[in-house]
């Protein structure tokens, strides 16, 4: 894990975004539906670690992630993005970190294994400068994570409702992933990462 000079500080130093140092990997999964007169690949893409301040920095947790940067648009240079349909987000799923986990750092801090107790609700927008004006629009948001996924969970899954991102992802420079977390600090830092799953749609024809 990076050191904390190298970490993107965002609002109350309570969210840290672990960027500096972390890859971000794209993986093509690959099928096709003639039936539908259309091909369609799915795209996942790893999102970089992200660090929760402990309670002993703030009683309250609504903060802002730093903006992840993504361009899928150079990951895509040998589809023709003429002939493709649509891209939608199909889900993003967020899990504890297996540097968040570990044994002896736990048993540092309050000797109890990590979870997103500490988390009552996300929403996620999307963002980019399209046709020369920065455009920005809600994808997905959760509220009640507990309720609506039970307690202790080490990975949460938030599903989108389908819209069509590409003009986000032909914006010259790629586009951002902004989301802005509420909830309870946790009794001791966690950190959690994602992975963004993708599904392009092309003209099969």
């Given at each position: 894990?990076?050191?904390?000079?190298?970490?993107?500080?965002?609002?109350?130093?309570?969210?840290?975004?672990?960027?500096?140092?972390?890859?971000?990997?794209?993986?093509?999964?690959?099928?096709?539906?003639?039936?539908?007169?259309?091909?369609?690949?799915?795209?996942?893409?790893?999102?970089?670690?992200?660090?929760?301040?402990?309670?002993?920095?703030?009683?309250?947790?609504?903060?802002?992630?730093?903006?992840?940067?993504?361009?899928?648009?150079?990951?895509?240079?040998?589809?023709?993005?003429?002939?493709?349909?649509?891209?939608?987000?199909?889900?993003?799923?967020?899990?504890?970190?297996?540097?968040?986990?570990?044994?002896?750092?736990?048993?540092?801090?309050?000797?109890?294994?990590?979870?997103?107790?500490?988390?009552?609700?996300?929403?996620?927008?999307?963002?980019?400068?399209?046709?020369?004006?920065?455009?920005?629009?809600?994808?997905?948001?959760?509220?009640?994570?507990?309720?609506?996924?039970?307690?202790?969970r080490k990975q949460l899954t938030m599903k989108q409702n389908g819209m069509d991102i590409k003009e986000?992802?032909?914006?010259?420079?790629?586009?951002?992933?902004?989301?802005?977390?509420?909830?309870?600090?946790?009794?001791?830092?966690?950190?959690?990462?994602?992975?963004?799953?993708?599904?392009?749609?092309?003209?099969?024809s």
């Open positions: 894990m990076s050191s904390s000079s190298d970490h993107m500080l965002i609002s109350r130093k309570l969210v840290t975004n672990l960027i500096c140092g972390s890859a971000v990997l794209f993986f093509l999964m690959f099928y096709t539906d003639k039936t539908q007169g259309v091909d369609r690949f799915r795209v996942e893409q790893n999102l970089p670690e992200n660090l929760v301040e402990d309670a002993r920095m703030s009683s309250e947790l609504n903060s802002e992630l730093t903006p992840i940067h993504l361009d899928l648009k150079s990951e895509l240079e040998s589809t023709d993005l003429s002939t493709v349909a649509s891209i939608q987000v199909r889900r993003l799923v967020w899990e504890i970190a297996p540097s968040s986990t570990e044994s002896s750092l736990d048993q540092k801090e309050d000797g109890l294994a990590d979870n997103f107790n500490f988390l009552e609700s996300m929403k996620l927008y999307i963002a980019a400068e399209v046709n020369g004006e920065r455009k920005e629009v809600f994808l997905a948001g959760v509220n009640d994570f507990n309720l609506r996924f039970g307690g202790n986000f992802v032909e914006a010259p420079g790629g586009f951002h992933i902004l989301a802005h977390i509420h909830g309870t600090p946790p009794p001791d830092r966690v950190i959690f990462t994602g992975k963004v799953t993708y599904r392009i749609t092309t003209d099969g």
